[in-house]
């Protein structure tokens, strides 16, 4: 069983700052890509960041040059730096990792329970 663990998440200003970390815990085998979503009211769940087991990376359009995603592969873990925040990038933001618990084991994808950011003035 894998555990994906958010903390971060808040109020902030427009133009501002957040920094989300999520932590991946439980039966791992390896990571292969591990990153963030988010889902505001009324649409559907939009790939923000993510970054592969190689280092690279993807960006939705929306967040290219304001946001930075990045992994600690000994710590299994995934930061997603926000700044020059928009009202709309508020949001539910979920982690996402895909973990193969074991050599012989495919892969999954695994979630976090999500975290609620909200720019707001």
């Known amino acids: 069983q894998v555990h994906l663990m958010e903390s971060g998440g808040g109020l902030v200003q427009p133009g501002g700052s957040l920094r989300l970390s999520c932590v991946a815990s439980g039966t791992i085998f390896s990571i292969n890509h591990m990153g963030w979503y988010r889902q505001a009211p009324g649409k559907q769940r939009e790939l923000v960041a993510r970054?592969?087991?190689?280092?690279?990376?993807n960006y939705a359009d929306s967040v290219k040059g304001r946001f930075t995603v990045s992994r600690d592969y000994a710590r299994n873990t995934v930061d997603l730096q926000m700044n020059s925040l928009k009202p709309e990038d508020t949001a539910v933001y979920y982690c996402?990792?895909?973990?193969?618990?074991?050599?012989?084991?495919?892969?999954?994808?695994?979630w976090g329970q999500g975290t609620q950011v909200t720019v707001s003035s």
């Open positions: 970054q592969y087991a190689a280092g690279n990376t």
């Open positions: 996402n990792a895909y973990v193969r618990p074991g050599s012989d084991y495919p892969g999954d994808d695994y």
